[in-house]
C-alpha cells in the first residue's frame, strides 16, 4: 500500500509519502518521488506511528452506571468510595469480561500501549494480565500494595507480577510509604509513579520526593509547580476529560511554554470511554474555552511520540524506512495533519495493514 499525503512523528508534521508492507515502512520519501510507478494501490492519508494511552484504571469499567454526583475522594479514593465498593462487589469474571471489553477497544482504536494502575494488590493484577492475553496491545501494569506500612513480602510478590508501581498521591501516602515503594521499584528497574495534585494543590517539594518516573493528573498546580516538574525531568500523564467532570483542568499551555513531557490519559474507565482520539479531541477545545489554546501538534505528539520516548523506545515513533514502528494511517486530509489528528481521528478513519489488523509480531 502506498499512501501519499503526510507523515506526523518524532521528527513532526511534513508531507510525505509512505509505502507499506505487510505493516512495515518499506519507504518514504518527498510526494512524487516514490519507486511504485503506479503498481501499487494508492490512498490519501496521514501515516502516525500508533498511539499509547498514559494513564487508565480500566478496573473500573466494571461499572456501567452513571456514578453518583460527588467530590473526587468520595468517588474515586479509598477505602471506602464509590469505585472501591463496586469493585469490591464485582466477581474476578466480571472484572476481566470489563478489562478485556475496554482493551478490546483500545485495539479497534489502533492504540498499541496501555498504562494502567490496578488497584486490589496482587490479586488486582491477575485480572488485568489474563484480560490482555487475547488482546493485541501492550498493557504496562501498575499495581499498589495493600498493606500499610509496606509488607516488603507483599510489595516483592507485587513487583513480580507487575510492572511497577502507581501510588494515589502524596497526600494520601506517607513519604516513609513512597521512598520504600520508590527503592524497591528502582532496585528491579520498575517504573514507580504517582498520582498529584488533582483534587487540591500538593506541593512539588512532596510529589517529587523521592522522585516519580511518572506523575498523573497536575490539574490544580500552579506555573511554579509545573516549573519544579520541567526541571525534575519528570514526565506527567493528564486526563482532560477526567479533570472536566470535577470542574478543573491541567494548564497544557503552560505545561507546553515549558517544554514538559507530557502524555496523555483517559483515567477511570467508569467516568468516560478509554478512547485516546476523543481525549486529544476534548483537550483541544477545552483549552480554547478556558483562553488558554494549546497547540495541536504538542496534544498530537502527547499521543503519538512523548509515551514511546517515557517506554525508552523511541524509534517506535518514527517513520523511516526499516523503522520499528507499525503506523496507522489515517485517511484523513493532509494538508494540516496535526490539527486533522487531533481534531478528526475516529477508528472509522483508520486503516490497517492485514497483518496489523491481525496483531502480528506483538
Known sequence: MLVEGAIFDADGPRAAYVRLDRGRVVETGALGTDSTHGRVPKVRGIVVPPPLNAHTHLGDAVSTREPPGSTVDELVAAPGSYKYR????????????????????????????????????????????????DVPIEVVALGRPLVRPIDRGELARLLRAADGIGLSSAREESRETRREVARACAALGRTYALHASEAVRELPETYLDPRPDLLVHLARATPDDLRAVRDARVPVAVCPRANALFGRQPDLRTMERLGMRVLLGSDNAMLQSPSVWRELEFAYASSRLRGNPVSAEFLARAALVTPWAWLGRP????????????????????????????????????????????????
Open 86 to 133: 463496586v469493585l469490591a462487589g464485582a466477581s474476578p469474571t466480571a472484572k476481566v469480561r470489563a478489562i478485556r471489553s475496554a482493551l478490546r477497544r483500545l485495539a479497534r482504536e489502533g492504540v498499541a500501549g496501555v498504562v494502567d494502575f490496578r488497584e486490589e494488590g496482587l490479586a488486582g493484577i491477575a485480572p488485568l494480565r489474563r484480560a490482555a492475553s
Open 315 to 362: 524509534g517506535e515513533a518514527r517513520i523511516v524506512e526499516g523503522g520499528r514502528a507499525r503506523p496507522l494511517i489515517l485517511r484523513l486530509p493532509p494538508d494540516d495533519p496535526s490539527y486533522q489528528i487531533v481534531t478528526r481521528t475516529t477508528e472509522h478513519v483508520i486503516v490497517r495493514s492485514p497483518a496489523r489488523a491481525r496483531g502480528r509480531d506483538r
